[in-house]
């Protein structure tokens, strides 16, 4: 993989794209926000829901560009982050497509390659995490054990109305440019198959 053409098509899309991902994510990181403020966190939980055990989130190309660019501004889209993906993809088996027998792609469970295990929760900021992860909050304060967070589907439903148009074109565009034929995939996999469309 040619991290530097990676880069530069990392650049040409900033640039182009007009990416405005704090905006896009504002209802979602100011309702996390609060609730933090209010002592309803999940700090202490060792983080279950960006396991294997709950984990099956997946990213459209817009999420997943935005994660890219976040990784190359802050000098993380490296050799070392690639090989960090390639091994999450598989021990997880991401890159084989799993069908139910009638053409649908089964979600697959996996931990999130930017978990952090030591120090616990999530290294990418809330700028560039996908919304359905941002909208996943505790529902009690002091949260330490599984089972007492959920996703507040009402504010990722607000916020897909509030940006449906938009973020469909810029989808749009990015399949199209990168000859992407999917529409979501799991993160680690988003990320590998578009650094891979860049690189050629």
């Not at 704090?22 to 002592?39: C, T």
């Not at 935005?66 to 802050?74: A, N, P």
């Not at 505790?138 to 607000?158: D, F, P, R």
């Not at 897909?160 to 990015?174: A, D, T």
């Amino acid at each position: 993989m040619n991290l530097e053409k990676v880069k530069e098509s990392l650049n040409k899309y900033q640039a182009t794209l007009h990416l405005d991902s704090y905006s896009r994510r504002e209802n979602l990181i100011s309702e996390m926000s609060k609730l933090e403020a209010q002592g309803t966190d999940c700090s202490k939980c060792s983080g279950f829901c960006c396991t294997y055990y709950h984990n099956s989130m997946q990213v459209t190309p817009l999420e997943a560009i935005e994660i890219l660019i976040e990784l190359m501004e802050s000098d993380r889209l490296n050799d070392e982050t690639i090989e960090r993906l390639k091994a999450n993809s598989k021990k997880y088996r991401l890159d084989n497509e799993i069908t139910d027998g009638h053409g649908r792609i089964l979600r697959r469970y996996y931990t999130c390659p930017f978990f952090n295990d030591h120090s616990l929760g999530c290294s990418l900021s809330r700028r560039a995490k996908p919304y359905g992860c941002l909208a996943f909050n505790a529902i009690e304060k002091n949260v330490s054990v599984e089972g007492k967070c959920k996703s507040q589907s009402g504010l990722l439903e607000q916020r897909e109305k509030e940006f449906s148009e938009v973020e469909s074109n810029l989808n749009n565009e990015l399949q199209s440019s990168l000859k992407l034929y999917w529409i979501k995939k799991p993160i680690t996999q988003a990320l590998l198959d578009m650094m891979m469309q860049m690189s050629i």
